[in-house]
Each structure stands twice: as C-alpha cells, then as structure tokens.
C-alpha cells in the first residue's frame, strides 16, 4: 500500500491555488486540523489568540488565588480553589493546542512562557488589576468570567477545529464559574449595608476594566485590523463592538436589579440605533496595561516566573519518564 500523500503534494498546486482551496474550506463549514494545510497568517493569528487565551486562563487564576485564604468560609474557600484549578487546566489545555500550531517554527510551550516573561507574550488587562475585598472576587466570577463567555461562545465554531473542541468544555466550565461569582455577589447584596457598599465600591473600579476586556472597537484606535483577520478566517464572528454591546444587553439590567449603580452618567440605551452609549475608557491607559504596566503586572509575572523556575524539576522528571 502506498503511504498515504496529502492532496496538496499530489497535485503540486500553487500557494494561490492552496489559499483558494481553504478559503473554500473554511466557507464551506469544514474544520481546519493542525496537521492541514493553512495560509502562514492564518496560522500566526491563531498562535497570537490562543497562546494570549491560555496565558490569560493561567494569569487569571492568580488574582483569585489571593483570596483562597482568606475566603469568608470553608465552603467559599473550596469553591474558589476549585475555580484556580479549572482556570490553570484550560491554560495547559489551550497551550497544548497551541504547541501544535509552533511545530513549523520549533517552539515549544515553554518557548511560550518565557515570551511572557520578556513581555512578548500578553495577557487580558483584567489579570493585571488589583484585588482589594471579597466583592471583588465575586465581580470576577460573574463579570469578568461573564464577560469571557460572551467572547468565547461567539468562537465555539471557529474554523480552527482543535480550538472550536477547546472551547466546548471550556465555556461549559466557565459557567459555573460566573454562577460562582454571582452566588458571591448576591449573598453580600442581600446582607449589611457595608457588603452592599463593598460590591459598589468593586463595581465603581472594575467598570473600565470590563469595558476594556473586549478591545478597542476599531482598527482606528489601534492601528490593526487583528478582529478583522480573525473574521475573514471565521476564527469569530462579532467584533469587538457587537461582543461588548452584547455584555451591555445581558449585564447592565442584572447590575441595577441589585439596586447598583454604574459607574458612567452617560450610559444608555439608544432605542433608534439599538445600541448602547457609553464612556469610552482610556485606551491609552489599555496599552500601557497590556504592555504590563498595570498596578499589579509586575507582582502577577514574578509569581508566575518563580512558581516555573521553582517547578523545573517537575517537567524534567516527566520527561525523562516519557523519553
């Protein structure tokens, strides 16, 4: 039996030939594999995506970590530990996927973390906020966590069919995790008048931040068409825009309910253009966050960097069991 050779060496067809067969792919609905043939930009940007996901799923679950000890009681504390670990398995599960998309370019995961510590690699510029008070570790569970499966969701049929599968246990898990933080923020809404005011007080500093979650709404403000690219490869399918209007539509009425105020006099709904207006939050102050100069960047990345070097040994030992 011949040894089975891909379609594409087969008929030696050009690199435009190539392209217009996998546009016709992903147009079509197939599912695009790591081990097929994929235009370099295609590629790059998923690497650009999924390693910033799985890094941000990794740096996520250090803001929460903090309060592992000092959670109110024995069943928070084991709920939010149950959180970090979730977060911490997609990161090694998104990571895995993305090592099969650097095969080409003979990188590895750890290639991936130490473009992190030397800034090449980022991470959402929510992980590099402060966690001041309880409330804030409810804010994040339903917010910050709610907030990522309305992107997430919207990528569930990705054209890339190894993130599109990572992405359904993913979001799966993340849903508890916003009806963690909601099971938080409700207990304090519905006690003292000092919880009440503490979820206020966490609202009232994470509201730039959650607008900030989903990106600038143009290549205007940025200068990339980055959104527009993971479109034309039906990576997604909303930009930018239409993702954080949605977090309006789902969250705004759920904040008020609790009797909260937003944090933004200008916010409303314009009934004529069926859209939110808002303030827009500083995007300066978004790329000075995400280049890491966040108020709490440096702290996150040195725990990150001496938890790696203290663990080296660990990767070393499976290693020479796997070899």
């Not at 705004?252 to 933004?264: A, H, M, Y």
């Not at 960097?305 to 290693?319: D, F, G, H, P």
Request: charged letters at 30%; glycine letters at 6%.
């Amino acid at each position: 039996m011949q040894p089975y050779t891909p379609l594409f060496e087969r008929e030696a067809l050009t690199e435009e030939q190539k392209l217009e067969r996998f546009i016709a792919r992903i147009e079509n609905g197939d599912k695009i594999e790591a081990d097929d043939w994929m235009p370099e930009e295609y590629r790059l940007t998923l690497i650009k995506l999924i390693s910033m996901h799985g890094i941000s799923e990794i740096m996520g679950a250090l803001p929460e970590k903090e309060w592992v000890p000092k959670a109110p009681s024995l069943r928070r504390k084991l709920g939010i530990m149950a959180k970090v670990q979730d977060e911490m398995g997609h990161g090694q599960l998104l990571l895995r996927v993305v090592e099969d998309l650097l095969t080409p370019y003979g990188k590895t995961r750890g290639d991936l973390m130490q473009d992190l510590f030397s800034g090449d690699l980022k991470f959402h510029n929510v992980f590099h906020m402060p966690t001041k008070s309880w409330a804030d570790a409810g804010l994040i569970g339903w917010l910050v966590d709610g907030a990522a499966i309305i992107t997430q969701t919207n990528m569930l049929g990705a054209s890339y069919g190894p993130y599109a599968r990572a992405l359904q246990r993913i979001c799966a898990e993340e849903v508890f995790h916003a009806q963690h933080g909601e099971s938080i923020i409700m207990a304090l809404a519905e006690g003292t008048p000092d919880q009440k005011a503490m979820i206020q007080e966490s609202l009232d500093r994470w509201w730039e931040s959650l607008l900030m979650f989903f990106g600038p709404a143009s290549k205007e403000t940025t200068g990339t068409s980055k959104q527009d690219i993971t479109i034309k490869y039906k990576i997604r399918t909303k930009t930018n825009e239409e993702l954080r209007q949605s977090f309006f539509t789902k969250y705004i009425p759920r904040v008020l309910s609790l009797g909260l105020t937003i944090p933004d006099p200008t916010l409303r709904f314009d009934e004529e253009q069926q859209l939110w207006i808002y303030a827009q939050p500083d995007w300066d102050e978004f790329k000075k966050i995400i280049r890491g100069e966040g108020p709490r960047s440096k702290e996150r990345l040195a725990l990150r960097r001496t938890s790696y070097e203290n663990n080296a040994w660990v990767r070393e030992a499976l290693a020479e069991t796997m070899a």
